[in-house]
């Protein structure tokens, strides 16, 4: 068997090294000129820290990242509304990583080139087209590095693994319109600064229509320091009007954030001068799309956030793209036909991934913020008093149910 998968991100080139690991051939065509590190910071989840862990990539991940030990939920304040371990230090057999998208990406491709060999990833591939029949599917790409005539390809199966603007998703669904927007405008950056709290726990402040979020994602310059992820989350613009295309991912403005910035107030953090001394941080509209009623088409289906793309909360992103690529490569190395496999695998997957799309869309396990922010918005001396202890932790343990990272799922692997 071959798998074409088009798309280079942690979804695409998890997949890649899952199959190889289970004998199945598979090439990874990706439209960027190089595989790079971009981006800022993300979580990933200890039930997708496994499946990463099973690959032997956890020495590099601990170069790389840092081992989360807690979790904050603030209000806007800097008052504490739940408190708990992560990773290894809440039981879990392996860690939760606070890490830079672009170094956890690059980890997966040194994995790549290296069991797969160099040509198993394709840059400066765009997807043009493809068509499938009984046998299997073909495949065109153009180049965008040289402008060469491109590249012809054949294989078993094709992967969507192509991000929010999939191309292979449009090719299926040419009328589902611009990305979904609740109006909420994202600033995100990282800058190398005094380590807060212990150094590997992370802040999140505000409900859904204000939110800060701080968190270490590498080691700093010096022993008292770490690269540290920031991000602005302010409900600023009209939902029925998405920003288009071509506006995601520009060099935010100090004069944009600032205000909004001000809002907020953590213990031991000067949030301004952070922000201040970030010398270059990207602006993004915080946008899903609605699940589909499938992903496969005969050959073809749709994996990580081509498939589901969701809101940044619950830190679920990366780490639902690495449980599909568990699911779909275990289907195909199982499977009597590549059809039967993908069939299985969206049965299994979608439902899932729909349901943590609409959790995060009311705040997922953040929602106990907001739950707090209601009652008391101008804060509290006692938050036991504001909402009990059973009603925030069902907030927030309900959803890591629904997500697959309880505390019983992860020591029972369900």
């Not at 807690?70 to 860690?95: C, D, I, K």
Request: proline share 6%; with cysteine.
């Amino acid at each position: 068997m071959r798998v074409i998968i088009v798309g280079g991100g942690i979804g695409g080139l998890t997949l890649a090294l899952m199959l190889h690991a289970r004998g199945i051939g598979a090439t990874v065509y990706e439209q960027s000129g190089e595989i790079r590190e971009v981006g800022v910071g993300i979580n990933t989840l200890p039930h997708a820290i496994r499946e990463l862990a099973e690959l032997g990539l956890l020495p590099a991940l601990d170069e790389a990242g840092i081992r989360t030990r807690e979790l904050h939920y603030m209000n806007r304040f800097g008052q504490t509304v739940w408190s708990e371990p992560r990773g290894l230090h809440a039981g879990a057999p392996v860690p939760q990583f606070s890490i830079h998208r672009g170094r956890l990406q690059c980890v997966i491709r040194d994995a790549v080139a290296e069991r797969l060999g160099q040509d198993a990833i394709r840059t400066g591939r765009r997807l043009q087209g493809f068509i499938q029949d009984e046998g299997g599917v073909t495949a065109h790409f153009s180049d965008t590095r040289f402008g060469g005539a491109g590249e012809t390809t054949r294989g078993d199966i094709l992967i969507g693994a192509d991000g929010i603007h999939s191309a292979v998703r449009a090719h299926y669904f040419p009328n589902q319109g611009s990305p979904r927007w609740q109006g909420v405008q994202m600033w995100r950056g990282a800058c190398d600064w005094p380590a807060f709290l212990d150094g590997e726990s992370m802040i999140i402040a505000g409900g859904m229509a204000g939110k800060l979020v701080l968190y270490p994602i590498g080691q700093g310059a010096t022993p008292q320091t770490r690269l540290t992820n920031w991000v602005v989350n302010i409900r600023t613009g009209d939902p029925e009007r998405p920003p288009p295309k071509e506006a995601w991912s520009k060099a935010g403005r100090l004069e944009d954030v600032l205000p909004f910035a001000r809002r907020f107030s953590v213990p031991g953090v000067d949030i301004l001068a952070l922000i201040q001394a970030t010398g270059t941080f990207w602006e993004y509209p915080m946008c899903d799309r609605d699940p589909l009623p499938r992903w496969t088409h005969g050959r073809v289906t749709l994996l990580g956030d081509a498939a589901h793309p969701m809101y940044p909360v619950g830190s679920n992103g990366a780490s639902q793209a690495i449980l599909d690529a568990r699911c779909l490569a275990d289907g195909l190395a199982k499977a009597e036909h590549p059809r039967q496999a993908l069939a299985a695998y969206e049965a299994q997957r979608l439902p899932a991934t729909a349901e943590v799309v609409a959790m995060n869309r009311v705040g997922g396990p953040e929602r106990v913020i907001d739950a707090v922010e209601a009652l008391a918005p101008q804060g509290f001396d006692d938050v036991e008093k504001v909402l009990d202890h059973a009603s925030r932790e069902q907030i927030v343990k309900g959803y890591a149910g629904k997500a697959g990272f309880s505390a019983e799922q992860l020591a029972g692997r369900k």
